[in-house]
């Protein structure tokens, strides 16, 4: 299954985590996924899950955290990929053949043997099982179109994200803010009390803020709190691997130093 960019699914779940005030660490200790698997739904990289089943579970449970329609959003992924299908096994029958003791006591002796379907505990239990792989191998199928086949002496692997760079805004002060993403054209805009927006990148990201702590600034899931002087403008410059395992939601490590982003 490849992902398809551009259904609205990954940037409204991430408008609807910065409207709570959720970082990708909070939401992931809150909903039992894990955070690489909640920042793949946020990219749209669906074939980085582990097939068709998981990702729509973790889509439903996320968005029902978020406060957001589940089933609107699971209508738009269906739209997108199909639905799910389960191809079921027909199991064997079990078959009860007539002893010559027992159909001497049968009316008509002389008929062939007569059977009689007879469900049973193992059956039952088997069936079980051949209903469970039936769904695994739906999962395995649907990972199997994303996975690129293994050359000779290599092993199956699951892609990896490719590297990124993510930019969350959420103003607690009325704020302007210039964004230049991956050297382009810089973007100029104003932020008003509690409103935010996201930004992605492929190599970095420039920020500049004209008054320093009015702004919580997450930078790849982390959260860096409202850095800067209230008096004084702010500039910040992240990569890909900035914050990349950080401990701390408050910005234990620097931003990397960077010219302002206004030239």
Do not use: C
Not at 17 to 26: A, Y
Not at 40 to 64: H, K, N, P, Q, W
Not at 113 to 134: E, K, Y
């Amino acid at each position: 299954m490849a992902s398809v960019q551009g259904t609205g699914i990954g940037s409204t779940l991430r408008k609807a985590r910065l409207l709570r005030g959720k970082s990708i660490e909070e939401a992931s200790r809150e909903t039992l996924i894990r955070a690489e698997y909640l920042q793949a739904l946020e990219r749209e990289r669906f074939e980085a899950l582990l097939g068709d089943v998981y990702v729509r579970g973790f889509l439903r449970s996320y968005s029902t955290y978020l406060g957001l329609d589940a089933e609107g959003i699971m209508t738009v992924y269906t739209r997108e990929f199909g639905r799910a299908r389960a191809a079921l096994v027909k199991p064997p029958v079990a078959a009860v053949v007539a002893s010559p003791s027992t159909r001497s006591h049968l009316p008509h002796p002389h008929l062939p043997h007569l059977t009689r379907h007879h469900f049973t505990w193992p059956f039952m239990i088997g069936l079980a099982v051949l209903l469970l792989a039936s769904l695994g191998a739906v999962g395995l199928l649907a990972r199997s179109r994303a996975v690129p086949k293994s050359g000779p002496g290599t092993a199956a692997f699951i892609p990896a994200l490719p590297p990124r760079v993510t930019l969350d805004l959420q103003a607690t002060a009325p704020v302007a803010a210039v964004v230049r993403i991956d050297g382009g054209k810089p973007l100029r805009f104003q932020l008003r009390t509690g409103e935010g927006r996201s930004f992605q990148g492929n190599t970095r990201i420039e920020l500049q803020l004209d008054h320093g702590g009015r702004t919580v600034v997450t930078v790849n899931g982390h959260s860096l709190g409202a850095p800067g002087r209230s008096r004084s403008p702010f500039t910040g410059s992240y990569g890909p691997q900035d914050f990349a395992g950080s401990p701390s939601a408050h910005g234990s490590s620097r931003p990397s130093p960077s010219p302002s982003p206004s030239r």
